[in-house]
């Protein structure tokens, strides 16, 4: 598939005009000008790029690309190691942050409730990113929390007693710890999202609303995945998703 066309196509599929982002979406560092096999991964790391270069990749897909606003903006130290080897092998980079968590079906959010078998009532926060959900039945905060320890493979950090009821719950994933407040406006029992503050804890307590942070790499596993998938079944594009370790 020729890169611009990729590109163009990524683009329209998660809609990415829609968004007031902190990092350009879409392809980030051009590469050759034709790709047929991808490597899929939530950051472009270093070790993310290694293991496309292994793969004799032709572009890279992730969720937490480069190019932050407000970053240091000179290519100097780590950044320059990371550019000279995607350049020196000519490797495209894609990389599509909220797009990629909103996306109805390929997002990281939707495929965070179809793991845990919640169905989407409505969304909350900015750019409606975060999501509610009524649950089949009540059920505790502890047992969510094993839950999720099943699911993602991590034990989450939970604020909040195990036997707290939940019937509401809400999230979004990655570094959505901000948006407790707003969850709890919105009528949530327990808020999921990747990351924890200081002041998350306080929040908890004092509005009697569990927490449960569950590891930004961990809750932004799956969008990658699913657009990964997505593009090997409509694009006939070999994409292959590479876990790096990630414990945040």
């Not at 066309?5 to 809609?15: I, S, T």
Request: with cysteine; proline share 3%; hydrophobic share 45%.
């Amino acid at each position: 598939m020729q890169r611009d066309e990729l590109n163009g196509y990524l683009r329209d599929l998660l809609a990415v005009e829609r968004f007031h982002d902190y990092c350009p979406n879409g392809l980030q560092v051009e590469g050759r000008a034709v790709v047929g096999r991808i490597v899929c991964g939530v950051t472009a790391s270093q070790a993310l790029i290694e293991a496309a270069i292994e793969r004799k990749a032709d572009a890279i897909l992730v969720h937490h690309g480069w190019f932050w606003k407000g970053e240091d903006g000179r290519i100097t130290g780590f950044r320059k190691q990371r550019l000279q080897r995607l350049l020196a092998h000519d490797i495209n980079l894609f990389a599509f942050h909220l797009p990629l968590d909103a996306h109805a079906e390929l997002g990281n959010n939707a495929q965070l409730a179809a793991r845990f078998g919640w169905q989407v009532e409505r969304h909350f926060g900015e750019q409606d990113l975060g999501c509610l959900a009524v649950l089949p039945a009540p059920t505790f905060a502890g047992e969510l929390a094993r839950q999720a320890a099943t699911v993602l493979g991590r034990t989450p950090l939970l604020l909040g007693a195990a036997e707290q009821p939940v019937t509401r719950v809400a999230w979004c994933s990655g570094g959505a710890q901000d948006w407790f407040e707003a969850a709890i406006d919105a009528g949530a029992d327990l808020f999921l999202s990747g990351e924890v503050s200081e002041q998350t804890t306080h929040l908890a307590r004092e509005c009697g609303v569990a927490y449960l942070a569950a590891g930004h790499h961990a809750t932004e596993r799956y969008g990658v995945m699913a657009l990964g998938k997505h593009l090997a079944e409509h694009c006939g594009l070999a994409c292959e998703f590479i876990d790096i370790d990630n414990p945040v």
